[in-house]
């Protein structure tokens, strides 16, 4: 649903920021801390509507009657029945759950609320609040923010930032409703590339034929991990987004196996406009 | 007599050190003067002629006999085993007389103390030929592991090469990597190679070169190097190059002294960052 960006959007926005320093006392109580949105769909499709995921953090389970998410000014009633969000799961709140239960059909639970609040394509901030009133999480996205996102999933990646930072939120590879979301988990506080065995033999003996590489950046962070050969050429780039890790099985792109010799794996990370190049070197033998 | 003779065996020394002994490929550019114009400065009676790790139809000096001994540190340091270096060194000598050089070289290339190459090449070449100086090439190539249980692997390659010196400029054309025997495994061999080049002689304005070369590893691909030298006072030589495929550019310092020279090179990738290179030239007659 598009909205159009408003001055009292922009200021209510500013105010999100400062209200959730003042809601840090509320987040003392047990179910304030543990919800959080983990994870939202804004940009809605023919075949998939607008959704959200709520995660529980704690090691209780939490039940969500009577909270409400929404605007400051706008806010709706999740469930009037006990729900009971087990620990470390997931609750999907849908705008229009049969028409998400095709899209995901093994997602569960699923939610439609009552009335949907409409989630804006481009800048919004969202609050839950418990069933005493008590606001207890809140998150906010800027399209601009994220210069690649197109109709993707946004996913948190950082639970110990506000989700009102864009350090918290990073464009999903893959949308996962239900699901941990996948980027969180070679999401840290600083860039790392780690590659091995070296030397890797990939001449299927079924030993070290892979070279593993194993990458950590930053929440709000995009990488490029490329390889290159001892002659100084790229051999290839590998497929972004990323996942944690990727298995090498020294070829180029095209197919064509690179020579046996040094070669070097080169990430170079991008962060607030900052550029961070990691290169490792490593050794193939056939 | 008693030092022609003290250099002489030295010379033999190389050679028999050589002799079953084997190369370094894939280099991303030349080692020992060469280094630091990516092989663009090529003159009969220079440096670059007297190189053993260059085709022997490049030489045509007064000189008798010559060594040489280069070095190099490939790129950076690194973020991972910042103490292992990719690193090769070669030596080797030539010989002239009556107008026909014979030039060996042997190179030992070892990475993060992991991999090794070597490298032996021999080269025969003559500039009794009116307007064309030809040499033939012959490389053995040997790479292994140091603490793996697989053996080496092993091939010979060979070579032609081709000089025509003209008043003001000279034209080269060398096919290098011919496979004269494969090794057992894929992924040693060195690409196919022809290389084709205009080398002015020493003007005003020092010495430059153009240098073109395909090479074939499944599929073509072409680089082109541009270099200039500058001497001054005939004693220092400033070089520069710029090669593309990738981009790198280049330079160095070279000192030389009668038969003497000691060059030093430093060449720059854009993401794997700095080689440096030294090498010490000595030629007698």
Not at chain 1, 65 to 77: A, I, P, Q, T
Not at chain 2, 237 to 245: E, K, P, S, V, Y
């Amino acid at each position: 649903m598009y909205r159009a960006l408003v001055p009292k959007q922009k200021l209510a926005f500013a105010a999100a920021v400062v209200l959730w320093w003042i809601s840090a006392a509320a987040w003392a109580q047990p179910s304030g801390y543990a919800i959080r949105i983990n994870e939202i769909f804004p940009r809605a499709q023919t075949d998939c509507p607008e959704w959200l995921e709520l995660a529980n953090c704690s090691g209780a389970s939490v039940n969500i009657k009577n909270w409400k998410y929404g605007h400051l000014d706008d806010s709706c009633l999740i469930t009037a029945s006990d729900f009971f969000v087990p620990p470390n799961g997931f609750v999907v709140l849908a705008k229009d759950k049969t028409l998400f239960s095709a899209k995901f059909p093994a997602t569960n639970p699923v939610i439609q609320p009552v009335r949907w609040r409409a989630l804006d394509n481009y800048h919004d901030t969202l609050y839950v609040w418990d069933s005493s009133g008590v606001l207890c999480e809140s998150a906010g996205w800027d399209s601009h923010w994220f210069p690649s996102w197109t109709d993707q999933s946004l996913a948190r990646v950082s639970l110990t930032i506000s989700g009102l930072l864009p350090g918290a939120w990073v464009v999903a590879s893959k949308a996962s409703p239900g699901q941990p979301n996948s980027e969180a988990t070679w999401r840290g506080n600083s860039a790392e590339l780690d590659i091995g065995p070296v030397p890797f033999t990939p001449n299927n003996d079924g030993r070290d034929d892979f070279l593993s590489i194993k990458l950590t950046i930053p929440a709000a962070a995009s990488a490029v991990v490329s390889i290159y050969g001892f002659d100084g050429r790229k051999y290839l780039d590998l497929p972004n987004p990323l996942s944690r890790q990727f298995l090498w099985n020294g070829l180029a792109a095209g197919g064509r196996p690179v020579p046996a010799g040094p070669f070097f794996v080169v990430a170079e990370i991008s962060n607030n406009g900052n550029t961070q190049i990691i290169r490792k070197k490593g050794i193939l033998w056939r | 007599m008693t030092a022609r003779r003290g250099t002489a065996g030295i010379f033999i020394v190389l050679v028999v050190a050589a002799v079953g002994v084997f190369p370094a490929s894939r280099e991303p550019f030349p080692i020992g003067y060469s280094m630091a114009n990516f092989g663009t400065i090529l003159q009969q009676k220079g440096i670059s002629g007297r190189e053993p790790f260059t085709p022997a139809c490049f030489y045509a000096d007064t000189f008798r006999y010559g060594v040489s001994v280069a070095g190099v540190d490939y790129d950076d340091a690194m973020d991972n085993m910042e103490s292992s270096h990719i690193v090769q060194v070669g030596l080797g000598g030539f010989y002239s007389t009556k107008g026909f050089t014979a030039k060996l070289s042997f190179a030992h290339f070892d990475a993060l103390r992991e991999y090794f190459e070597q490298e032996g090449r021999l080269s025969l070449g003559t500039s009794r030929i009116p307007f064309v100086n030809p040499s033939v090439e012959l490389s053995g190539y040997r790479a292994g592991l140091y603490h793996g249980t697989d053996p080496a692997q092993t091939r010979i390659d060979a070579g032609i090469s081709v000089l025509v010196p003209f008043r003001l400029a000279a034209v080269s054309i060398s096919c290098i990597h011919i496979p004269f025997k494969n090794a057992s495994t894929e992924g040693y061999s060195a690409p196919l190679a022809v290389r084709a080049g205009v080398h002015t002689t020493a003007n005003a304005l020092g010495s430059q070169g153009i240098l073109c070369e395909a090479q074939n590893d499944g599929q073509w691909r072409f680089r082109v190097s541009l270099g200039e030298e500058y001497r001054l006072a005939n004693r220092l030589a400033l070089a520069a190059a710029f090669t593309t495929n990738p981009v790198m550019i280049s330079f160095g310092i070279t000192v030389a002294w009668r038969g003497a020279a000691v060059s030093a090179g430093f060449v720059e990738h854009p993401v794997l960052g700095w080689s440096k290179g030294l090498a010490v030239d000595w030629a007698g007659r």
